[in-house]
Each structure stands twice: as C-alpha cells, then as structure tokens.
C-alpha cells in the first residue's frame, strides 16, 4: 500500500516488501528486531508478519498513532490474506 492509501503523514516511508526481505535475509522467526528509529513503524509491521518480536524507538510522537494503527490494522489485514494464500 501507498504511503497516500495508509493516511500517513510521516515523510519516510519505507516499501513493505523491502522491509519484509531484510528481515527475512537476516532473521529467523522468533528472533527480536529492534529498529531505533522506527518512523511508520513498516520494520514493526514486518516483524509482525514474518513471526519476529519487534521493538521500536521513535522520538517524535506524533507518529505513534499512525504506527499503532498500522500494527492493528494493515498487519492483521495482511496476515489474513497470507492465510487465505494457502502457501
């Protein structure tokens, strides 16, 4: 999804799929992914999505409903349509 789609107003945001191979490429499910700058919050998404724990630091917090939304919602919408994949 766009960036314009989601709502958010962060300026960097970060393809999710992109996001999603690194973790893969570095990780194994379980492992914990800190990302010290999470911004949109797409590395926490990713955890979520790849079975990792995800911890994250953000300063500004005028980003923080937009990364709890994006756990709540976009996370779980998108775990839903890899399970209907039947991969």
Do not use: C, W
Request: proline letters at 5%.
């Amino acid at each position: 999804m766009t960036k314009k789609k989601l709502g958010l107003q962060h300026p960097t945001v970060y393809p999710l799929q992109m996001i999603m191979r690194i973790i893969k490429m570095s990780s194994n499910p379980g492992d914990t992914i800190l990302d010290p700058f999470v911004g949109s919050g797409t590395s926490l998404v990713a955890a979520k999505l790849l079975d990792r724990n995800g911890i994250g630091f953000e300063l500004d917090g005028k980003y923080a409903k937009e990364i709890e939304m994006r756990l709540n919602q976009e996370a779980a919408y998108i775990q839903t349509s890899f399970d209907d994949l039947d991969v």
